[in-house]
């Protein structure tokens, strides 16, 4: 029926736990997906007003050589400068909240709304983004692993993050991403198995 909004389930987890591969099993299952990540670099890239903040808060050197914002330098900047961070994380927030909504409303007026929809959101828990949910999912890995995913260390990167283990206590579902693809696959199966009983996969 046309109008009946989907049920709204988030995916978060640390630096290198295995959001997106998560995302892209809820893909494979055949659920509708959207990622914050996907959001912001597209954001980044063709946000006029975005990249003058940018160019106004940091200077042309967070451009690149065609005049677009170049990730690469604003992370070179914001992850070694907390106020940075916390003020890129304000200019970019409000304008990912507002898309994945409208993605949201978007699904509710198809013909034939789909019973769930999953969005990959990073920060969830630490912005309060959670209330916007209705369900949420959190993937967890091993630290030595997430560093070896994350090609860094993800110590200094997690400093600002709330622990695994309060995600995973607030968490509706949560998964421990340190066996295979066909592992996360069931897993997957199994989340919308509970939420959408009527799911054929």
């Not at 109008?3 to 099993?25: C, D, F, H, M």
Request: hydrophobic fraction near 45%.
């Amino acid at each position: 029926m046309p109008g009946r909004r989907p049920l709204a389930v988030a995916v978060t987890g640390g630096i290198g736990a295995g959001k997106s591969e998560a995302l892209q099993a809820f893909a494979r299952h055949g659920v509708p997906t959207l990622s914050s990540d996907d959001i912001v670099h597209r954001l980044l890239r063709e946000d006029d007003g975005v990249r003058r903040a940018l160019v106004d808060r940091f200077g042309h050197r967070v451009l690149d050589a065609g005049g677009q914002a170049d990730r690469g330098s604003i992370a070179e900047i914001v992850f070694a400068d907390g106020e940075a961070l916390a003020w890129l994380e304000g200019l970019l927030h409000p304008h990912v909240v507002r898309e994945y909504i409208a993605w949201r409303e978007r699904l509710a007026r198809l013909p034939e709304p789909p019973a769930l929809c999953v969005t990959e959101v990073p920060l969830l828990y630490e912005v309060g983004g959670d209330m916007r949910f209705d369900k949420v999912v959190v993937v967890t890995a091993p630290e030595a692993l997430r560093n070896t995913r994350a090609r860094t260390s993800v110590e200094d990167r997690s400093r600002r993050l709330l622990p695994d283990e309060e995600k995973a206590e607030r968490a509706d579902f949560v998964f421990v991403n340190d066996g295979s693809l066909a592992d996360l696959d069931s897993f997957v199966s199994g989340v919308i198995a509970k939420l959408d009983p009527c799911a054929v996969r």
